[in-house]
């Protein structure tokens, strides 16, 4: 087999980093723009950069390798993060991460599209991810590919219908090549995802679907790189990881917030927390 | 006419298969749809999937597939496929202009008994205001036949309308080659130009000839693939016939009978035009020859409407 360009690693401090690196590029990038969902971004740090720093195979010299493992954010509305991470495993340069929502026609939009190097599917409308990933995970199966299809939905995606037709046919193709992680932060556009349509028992949902499931804390870097370590739970069966998470994490006034899934700092609000939480310029000289 | 008898669905399954030998990557993806795949599910079964009752994880899986570099081929019930499914037709598919086939099967009035539901009359309305989608409508099995091996050859997205189970008689477009984008004249005639697709063509054909029995000579044209328009024959017609009726198996609004106006309107407006379909109405259950004659589509109504409209204007 050809060996990525990229070696997954097991130092959890290089993955802290990255995860913080997310968090401070996703404040840092949306403030500059004055737009971006910077709560549902920063709940998924830990999740991207363990599964781009210590899990996933890819080149990101060579984004369209065949035998690389798969990432879909089905939950684009995340891509904030996303493209933090991508710039720091070398999709692209780092310098083009100012040009989110702030260029016309820009390759960092609102929700991620294929255009950006490492992107894999455009998503932005919820309940697509899980089915594009059937689709290639079913594609290595026919190449012999022992390829890999990661996809991260939110937890409030759930209640569209079409996560759970993919669910069921996903289980009944026996794609163990299949992981969905769900963001469970517990809160959706409009308020608590159990306030809105009730979602638990969730791991139990998806076990009845035929899934194995794991259910972890979805900040903590050890744990989510022990169980993605594991995939697949059960053999002949797809995995869900429900990842608990704390949306807005990192940023205090944004936690656990319902109106800071789409909202941003002002730029004064960033300057005064500058120092503190160590974030860059937000405008380079 | 041609006395053979033959379904498109029957023509695209065999066409398929075909296609299936010479194209490893080509696959399948049913919505419990599997049998309008004829015999390419049981010779090529690992490259075959059925995802259940499930339009939009079809159009989903298939936009995957696609992404990993292979050619999938997706059909249900044309209103399941594209009202049920458009958005994942238009997320996951148009907007990266991925190389699937779309093919909508009992489209016009050939699945009538079904009732409102199945009777697919807006599809192509739906498609059509999708940008990046290919559109045909195949007159006939052999066309059918052709067009498939055709979309194969085309690199994206491609909506292609078939009819039932019910054989059909086979026109003359069987001796002429089908290009995507191109119109076929089938007759000639200088008095009006019928453009007609799919399912409507057979009737264009039969009321042309009564129009010349009275002494009205008509072209006409079968216009197969409704996107891209053949923009150059329409030009090339209407300089010198002023009458233009577009006759369709779908709603006036958004399909053929649409896009003819839309391009006739913006590029020729020195012409009449009369567009013939169902008009602002859903279809109701009813055999299809109870229901061309209610929406004045059989060869007698399309030929008296066309003489009034020839008389009157």
Redesign the interface.
């Known amino acids: 087999m050809v060996l990525p360009v990229y070696k997954a690693s097991e130092n959890i401090d290089t993955i802290r980093e990255a995860a913080d690196r997310i968090r401070k590029d996703c404040i840092r990038m949306s403030t500059r723009a004055g737009t971006g969902h910077l709560g549902p971004a920063l709940s998924l740090a830990e999740i991207l950069a363990v599964l781009y720093k210590g899990v996933m195979r890819y080149d990101a010299q060579n984004p369209k390798w065949?035998e690389r493992d798969r990432f879909i954010l089905s939950k684009g509305h995340g891509c904030l993060a996303l493209y933090s991470m991508l710039s720091q495993a070398g999709f692209f340069e780092r310098s083009l991460l100012d040009e989110f929502c702030s260029v016309y026609d820009t390759m960092l939009p609102g929700h991620p599209?294929?255009k950006l190097p490492g992107v894999?599917?455009?998503?932005?409308?919820l309940?697509?991810g899980?089915?594009?990933?059937?689709?290639?995970?079913?594609?290595?199966r026919?190449?012999g590919r022992d390829s890999r299809?990661f996809v991260v939905t939110g937890d409030g995606e759930l209640q569209e219908g079409?996560n759970w037709?993919?669910a069921?046919?996903a289980a009944?193709?026996r794609l163990d090549n299949l992981i969905v992680i769900v963001d469970r932060n517990k809160l959706q556009l409009g308020d608590f995802t159990e306030n809105i349509s009730q979602l638990e028992p969730l791991a139990d949902k998806w076990r009845s679907f035929g899934w194995g499931v794991r259910v972890v804390d979805g900040h903590n870097i050890e744990e989510l790189l022990s169980t993605f370590k594991q995939v697949p739970f059960v053999c002949g069966k797809p995995s869900a990881v429900i990842a608990s998470t704390i949306k807005g994490k990192g940023l205090a006034i944004a936690e656990n917030k319902v109106e800071w899934h789409y909202k941003v700092l002002t730029p004064q609000q960033y300057e005064e927390l500058k120092n503190e939480m160590s974030l860059e310029e937000l405008c380079h000289e | 006419m041609n006395e053979q008898k033959k379904s498109t669905r029957s023509s695209f399954a065999e066409a398929l298969v075909e296609m299936g030998y010479k194209n490893k990557n080509i696959v399948t993806v049913a919505a419990d749809s599997a049998s309008r795949y004829g015999d390419f599910v049981k010779k090529f079964p690992e490259r075959s999937f059925n995802v259940g009752i499930a339009e939009q994880t079809m159009i989903g899986v298939a936009a995957g597939l696609a992404l990993s570099g292979k050619i999938p081929v997706v059909t249900s019930y044309a209103n399941f496929l594209t009202f049920r499914a458009i958005e994942q037709v238009r997320v996951d598919i148009a907007t990266s202009g991925l190389n699937v086939k779309l093919i909508g099967t009992d489209t016009g009035f050939s699945s009538a008994w079904l009732g409102f539901t199945h009777l697919a009359l807006e599809d192509m309305a739906a498609v059509r205001a999708v940008p990046n989608i290919a559109i045909i409508d195949p007159a006939d099995a052999a066309e059918a036949y052709k067009a498939t091996e055709a979309i194969f050859k085309y690199e994206g997205p491609v909506y292609m309308r078939l009819r039932g189970r019910k054989e059909e008689p086979l026109l003359p477009v069987a001796e002429k080659s089908f290009e995507i984008g191109k119109g076929q004249i089938l007759a000639e005639g200088g008095d009006v130009l019928i453009v007609a697709c799919g399912g409507a063509v057979y009737d264009s054909l039969k009321a042309a000839e009564i129009l010349q029995s009275k002494g009205m000579h008509a072209t006409v044209v079968n216009m197969a693939t409704i996107r891209p328009l053949d923009e150059e024959l329409l030009m090339k017609l209407t300089s010198s016939i002023k009458h233009i009726v577009t006759v369709e198996h779908h709603n006036i609004t958004g399909g053929l009978g649409s896009a003819v106006a839309e391009f006739l309107a913006e590029n020729n407006p020195d012409v009449r035009l009369m567009r013939l379909g169902v008009k602002n109405r859903f279809g109701t259950a009813g055999s299809e020859d109870m229901l061309k004659k209610e929406f004045g589509l059989d060869s007698e109504s399309l030929g008296s409407r066309v003489e009034r409209f020839l008389k009157d204007y």
């Open positions: 065949p599209e294929i894999e599917a455009n998503t932005g409308s309940g697509h899980i089915a594009l990933g059937m689709g290639m995970a079913l594609a290595a026919i190449d299809v079409s037709e993919a069921m046919a009944h193709h």
